[in-house]
């Protein structure tokens, strides 16, 4: 065993040193780790001076939770209706995480939900419908700070001009307050549209017992 000398003549084992020095890594690893873990979600959001949700240009990097094709909310639409849209939901891998794990979303949570033109022949396609241009884009969030009544505000990026980089919350008598509130799964975001997540819900026991599968709006 080979020995490390001190200036003071004492010697200590290499393996020892080693061992000190793996043990301060662990250390130092596991506090990385759970610093990591306790970090909110804060950094999903990001507002304007005047107090604007500004719209995040690195959505398409968060966690992808679900699509919807022609979903609609009111009343069921003719069979002369125009061609459905793509709804694509996304949500910041930091709350998605804390879902995986509680099964509820942590404060400053943010939903980003991206509407698409659903093509038909587009290339070889002969059958079916692919995602085309972008239509429209919306957003909620968990805020309690700002939304004190149920935590949650709702947001559009659309404009006559195109889509904005940063928007207002909708006023509170918007149907989105009442409708995430009445009919949601988890929380007011619609679990039951994210397969997966859904089942995440199920086995943590997070669905509101106020969800009524069958009830329509």
């Given amino acids: ?79 002369a209706e125009p061609a459905p849209l793509f709804d694509n939901v996304f949500v910041k891998p930091e709350a998605y995480r804390e879902f995986l794990r509680s099964g509820t979303w942590p404060d400053k949570t943010m939903f980003l939900l991206e509407v698409r033109d659903a093509d038909t022949n587009v290339s070889i396609n002969n059958g079916g419908r692919t995602q085309g241009r972008l239509v429209r884009m919306e957003a909620s969030v968990k805020d309690r700070q700002r939304f004190p009544d149920d935590g949650w505000g709702y947001f559009s990026f659309d404009s006559p001009q195109g889509l904005v980089d940063q928007a207002a919350p909708l006023p509170a008598t918007a149907t989105c307050y009442s409708c995430h509130k009445t009919n949601t799964a988890v929380d007011n975001t619609f679990v039951q549209f994210y397969p997966t997540l859904f089942d995440v819900a199920k086995r943590l026991g997070t669905i509101k017992p106020t969800y009524d599968p069958a009830k329509k709006p």
């Avoid at 200590?12 to 043990?23: D, E, F, Q, Y």
């Fill in 1 to 79: 065993m080979r020995w490390v000398k001190r200036k003071h003549r004492e010697t200590i084992p290499v393996k020892t040193v080693l061992g000190i020095a793996s043990c301060a890594f662990a250390a130092a690893f596991a506090w990385s780790l759970s610093a990591a873990a306790q970090t909110p979600a804060a950094e999903s959001l990001s507002y304007s001076a005047s107090g604007e949700l500004i719209r995040p240009p690195d959505y398409r990097e968060w966690v992808y939770v679900t699509s919807g094709l022609g979903m609609t909310y009111g009343p069921a639409q003719a069979a």
